[in-house]
């Protein structure tokens, strides 16, 4: 079963996954969400103020624009929280362990990102990277220093996902 309840109404419609079968629309629904247990995990733990800066981010970018990026996360923040306790929950709690099925995928979605539109790629895939830095920014640190983690660094560029524009 899905931690996804995708409704293909007409309010909630992204028209630029309409070519995708079912899974893949998963896979880009589910993406940020994954994003958001590899970098609050990196370091072993993921704490309530990286989940908490995740489900911010999420409720913002929905309300700042009409964009079908901005329709996708207004569904992916609908119960945002009970969501990535779900998908935290089915993947290992050790970080050695979770990280690299995590990474597996995160790689898968490449193949999504090059058969939808480019411009809607593009948005996403910078919105992807925003997640990261915003969630490696958000503990730790002192006085605002050091900030990401040696373990978040890792991770922060998602290098795993290529960028759109360079297809």
Known sequence: MSIFDIRFSEEGMVPELDRLTASEAELVYKTPLLVCVLIAGADGSIDKKEIKRAIEFAEKKHRRSMSSVSVLFREISTDFEDKLKSLIQSYPYEATQRNPLLVEELTSINQILKRIDPSFAQEYYKTLLSI??????SSGGLL??????SEEAKFIKLSMIKDPAGR
């Open 144 to 149: 605002g220093y050091n900030t990401i983690g």
């Open 132 to 137: 990261a830095e915003s969630i490696a920014t």
